[in-house]
């Protein structure tokens, strides 16, 4: 079975603009790399009630896992592990394991001086009860693991480095044991010449005849001599691998051909 | 009144993580430069259900706009007015000033040739009741513009060009209008040597004394001698504008002086 992905981005500096969330892009790329399927992409403010409220409506909606990013630093605003112990009726307590992975790093980061932990460092090690932290290889701030019901929670940091470093670690590894089996085939084809509007009927017709693949259309302009430029992008999610690479093989030649008839020019 | 937006952005490709969301951003740094604040973003896929759903939940939050992107165009899985139509019980109708938005659009685009408004094109000129449609300068698929109960909904292209261009012709001058005297003042800074953790009780501490900045810290890594680099970013929304501007002046030099105390190259 694919299973089903949440992501929940926080921090307000992607709500004023500040920051692309390319965090959510990469997350979900990987994700649909691993056989899993992001069904929904949330961004909200480092506001308490904001982020407790986010989560209990993506928990009533059952993912299979949800995973934040941001707002688990020092500062004031960091804010998402709060979030998530309010949503869940948890407390928050200092956790020994995440204290070592705190001291572990401020060692290997500072040789030379004596980091003391104060008090905004133990911030970044008081984590909800039942959850455990998760090494941070590459950041101060370690990431939180938890299961809520049917769905399993895991917190990152919004530092790019960081949250890509503990998915690779750690949540890619859960996903790819959840999705076991389910493969993503994909293809890509640059086109030239026709509208969307024209290669529009023959993509639902292609899709109507190889059940199970999905074509996505994405104009990208028009080139020196005013023709317009669509990348298509035929993909498939199944248990089958040698089916599904079939499917993606006889839609592509298929959408290839139609496209010729239209007076498309079409690549690779 | 600084007036509140919420962002819908609609497409497989935003949750397969092919595209990077790069509309939402650039809309909310638009938004908050024109005074408005960016309450909540989302991301769904192409289907209907889950549209009109999303824009309930939107709706049940009273934000003062709503403005969709994406899935407007000519293709099946373009439903985003259909969405909007089934989030608030309205019925899809062929809009005649949308179809005349259409045919000006492909004899403007293909000048030596009769373009039929075949059923993929109508499509884009079929908008729910009570919505009115608005020019797209630079593509096919007009905007749509209509009011739900205490919301004003924009639906815009997911074609960057394309949304960008009717947001600064229409949308922008609806959100100046409601946000009216409201400006965004801030401010940037580049720190060096000091950890985020160690800076920490000093933005609290700037935040306590000058009332309604807003700081925020975004680590960077560390530069070529191990020193952790971090750019802090200052900022306040009033409708006093010299009020504004005098007190992001002082928590700035406040918090410089406090990082240099602190030992911390600061620029600039």
């Known amino acids: 079975m694919q299973c089903t992905v949440e992501i929940l981005s926080i921090g307000n500096e992607l709500l004023l603009g500040n920051t692309v969330n390319t965090n959510a892009s990469w997350i979900a790329s990987r994700v649909t790399a691993l056989g899993g399927k992001v069904t929904r992409i949330t961004t909200v403010a480092d506001n308490l009630n904001g982020i407790s409220q986010t989560i209990r409506e993506a928990l009533r909606r059952k993912p299979d896992f949800l995973i934040t990013t941001g707002g688990i630093g020092p500062t004031f605003d960091d804010m998402s592990l709060k979030g998530v112990a309010r949503a869940l009726h948890l407390r928050i307590r200092v956790d020994k394991n995440a204290v070592e992975m705190l001291r ?57 480095s960081e949250a890509k470093a ?20 994909e293809k890509w084809f640059r086109v030239r010449g026709v ?10 017709g292609v899709m109507r005849r190889w059940r199970g693949v999905y074509i996505k259309s994405h104009p990208r302009g028009i080139d020196m001599n005013g023709r317009p430029k669509i990348e298509l992008h035929l993909s498939i999610a199944s248990e089958k691998p040698r089916e599904a690479r079939s499917i993606v093989h006889s839609a592509a030649k298929d959408i290839r051909k139609r496209l010729i008839v239209l007076g498309a020019q079409v690549k690779p």
Not at 122 to 132: E, G, H
Request: aromatic content about 6%; hydrophobic content about 40%.
């Open 195 to 204: 509208p969307e509007s024209s290669l529009a009927p023959e993509v639902s």
């Open 166 to 185: 503990i998915f690779q670690d750690t949540v890619s590894k859960a996903i790819k044991a959840r999705s076991k089996g389910t493969v993503f085939v």
């Open 104 to 160: 572990a790093h401020y060692a290997r980061r500072f040789p030379n001086q004596r980091i003391p932990l104060t008090k905004p460092r133990l911030k970044m090690a008081s984590i909800p009860t039942s959850s455990t932290p998760i090494l941070n290889p590459v950041g101060s701030a370690p990431g939180v693991r938890l299961i809520a019901h049917a769905t399993e929670i895991f917190c990152l940091p919004g530092v790019p």
